[in-house]
């Protein structure tokens, strides 16, 4: 109880501090060329770029401060020390760092998808080594209606980290594709810690009390830290996030939704995340053409943002593209317009699709339309991880 008050106390010096550094460091990361123009603004002056930097080493610092203090008796009697319990939080901070790194790395070099698909399994191999040396379980629990099949458990084995890699590969780019409109990348990761944090604090009195309390020692200084990066991020932005915010979130969320055991809880957080990621799915494979930016299309005289929109040839068009965009035709889930030779879609994004079913509307409604819908998630995980657990576990 006490280390958690002292957790409290130490993530709000690391707001403050966050708070107080980036406006101060911001022009150091203009000089060196880190810098993007705001796509939705008429003003083209530059804006420094990758300072989620900043805030994962803010958040990386508090959580190395803290660990004498979590570890605190444990460091008198050396002989009993939990040294898996250690190793945990040591794998979690490696996999983190890494992730900050190479986040930067792509920010600077601006690396092409495949090794952005690539950076992340790489991270999360430390988690793993560590989850298999204290825990090696690979069980799934059956649902209740498919017991009938494949019994009450069923063990998956080398799968199951297949499984937790893709889960770290999924988390960091999840966020990172639904982007590019001020405060939407920090917004949603301050809303899925959040939920996780409100998780936590429920279960705290259950028999996974370790696993929880370990969860909340990350996620704590994560929402400090995110918080005060939003602060300068909220339209109109100061400054952006870069892919640097992006990895960092999203290997956290995979930190705990691993090695605190709730990963389909932490994937119910995702669900925007992952309607976003199947309605991109063609644009993604380039099955449709992908354009380097797909965030909406701004209009300087109207000060709105409308859907952005791909172009397809008809003379490339093949089977599978009649039978998608039939599909999303069907579900009226695409604004499609035929042109000479050519068929103009929007751009497959959670965010256009908002701007097609809500018509067109200002940067920071839109941004605060998505956040309403990913706490509306938040509220529906809730009823499938409580109420309706019952019927399924
Ligand atoms: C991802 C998306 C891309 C989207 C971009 C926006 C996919 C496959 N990729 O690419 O469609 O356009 O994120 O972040 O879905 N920017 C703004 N306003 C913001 C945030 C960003 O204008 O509020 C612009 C700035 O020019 C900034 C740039 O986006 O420099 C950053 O883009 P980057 O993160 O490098 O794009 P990706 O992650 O590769
Ligand atoms: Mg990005």
Known sequence: MWSIIILIFLSIVSYLLTDELIPKIKNLFINAGLFGIDL?????EKIPEAIGVVSGCVFLVTIFMFIPIVFGNDLMDRGNFPHNEFAELLAALLSICCMLLLGFADDVLNLKWRYKLLLPTVASLPLLVVYYVNFNSTTFIV????????????????????????????????????????????????????????????EL?????????????????????????????????????????????????AVVAILSHFSKTVL?????????????????????????????????????????????????????????????????????????????????????????????????????????????????AFIVRYPMASYFY
Request: one cysteine or more; a positive charge; aromatic letters at 12%.
């Open 40 to 44: 939705c603004k008429v003003s083209k």
């Open 205 to 253: 009195r259950g028999d996974q009390f370790k696993a929880h309390s370990f969860s909340l020692h990350i996620m704590i200084p994560y929402l400090a830290t995110t918080l005060a990066l939003l602060k300068h991020n909220w339209y109109p932005s100061k400054v952006f996030v870069g892919d640097t915010f992006c990895y960092v979130s999203g290997m956290t969320f």
């Open 268 to 380: 119910l957080f995702f669900l925007p995340q992952i309607i976003n990621f199947v309605y991109s799915v063609p644009q993604l494979f380039h099955i449709i053409p992908c354009p380097r930016h797909r965030l909406p299309k701004y209009s300087a005289e109207t000060d709105l943002l409308y859907p952005s929109k791909t172009v397809i040839l008809k003379k490339d068009m093949n089977m599978l593209h009649k039978y998608i965009l039939q599909v999303l035709t069907l579900f009226r889930l695409v604004d499609k317009q035929e042109d000479d030779g050519c068929i103009v879609i929007n751009n497959m994004t959670l965010i256009n699709l908002f701007l097609i079913k809500l018509g067109p509307m200002s940067e920071v409604r839109l941004t605060s339309s998505l956040l309403v819908f990913q706490i509306l998630c938040t509220c529906i």
């Open 143 to 202: 649902p209740i209606p498919l017991r009938h099949f494949f019994g009450n458990s069923v063990n998956i084995g080398f799968l199951y980290y297949i499984y937790m890699g893709m889960l770290a590969v999924f988390c960091t780019n999840a966020i990172n594709i639904l982007a590019g409109i001020n405060g939407l990348e920090v917004g949603q990761s301050a809303i899925i810690a959040m939920s996780i944090i409100i998780f936590d604090i429920i």
